[in-house]
Every structure is written in C-alpha cells, then in structure tokens.
Nanobody, 121 residues
Framework: QVQLVESGGGLVQAGGSLRLSCAAS????????MGWYRQAPGKQRELVAV???????NYLDSVKGRFTISRDNAKNTMYLQMNSLKPEDTAVYYC???????????????WGQGTQVTVSS
C-alpha cells in the first residue's frame, strides 16, 4: 500500500510561482510511476506531469516550459515546481502513484487528497 500527502497549494497572482510537494509512504519501492493531475470546477481531471522510476518526465502541452516535476528519493517526496502561473492553472492538484504489488500484473493507482491552487489575474 502507498499513502500520499500533498502540500504547497495556495493563492498566487498571475506570473507567480508555487511548489507542490507529495510525500509518499508505505511500499514505495514498488512504485513504477508518479504524477500530478488537476481538476478545475466543471471539468475533467487531466494529467499535468509524470515521472517514471527511471526519471523520464512528460508534461501536458499547456504547462511545458513552465512546470517541472521532480523526485527526491532520499525524502520519498515528489515535487511540482510551477512558474509563470496563469489563471487557467487554477484547479485542485492531486498527487498520483502507480504501484505493482506482489502477484499483480496491472498497476494500482493511488491518490492523494488534493491541494487547491488558485491563480488570480
């Protein structure tokens, strides 16, 4: 099992920056992929950024060049550095971890509780 706790959300003006953190605990060595999703009111949840166990990263097109996903293995923590924030980035941001447990053939998707990011114009 994996437990995920997000922090770092808040209110920021357009053009500002925030850094989200996701602390992972439990069977973290079985995690093959972690990512950040976001969901704005009335919209579907969308994938913002992912990082694999090997360090490969991918981003939503609209955040490329502005957001950076990273991982600190010593602290069991994943980060999302968000720069040049826009009002369109306003959403609840969720930490995600995909884990393959013993005997499993398909990863199980774990979620954090979410943290609110609000960007004012």
């Amino acid at each position: 099992q994996v437990q995920l706790v997000e922090s770092g959300g808040g209110l920021v003006q357009a053009g500002g920056s925030l850094r989200l953190s996701c602390a992972a605990s439990g069977s973290i060595f079985s995690i093959i992929r972690m990512g950040w999703y976001r969901q704005a009111p009335g919209k579907q949840r969308e994938l913002v950024a992912v990082i694999t166990s090997g360090g490969t990263t991918n981003y939503l097109d609209s955040v490329k060049g502005r957001f950076t996903i990273s991982r600190d293995n010593a602290k069991n923590t994943m980060y999302l550095q968000m720069n040049s924030l826009k009002p369109e980035d306003t959403a609840v941001y969720y930490c995600n971890a995909d884990r393959i447990g013993a005997g499993a053939t398909v990863p199980y998707r774990y979620w954090g509780q979410g943290t609110q990011v609000t960007v004012s114009s």
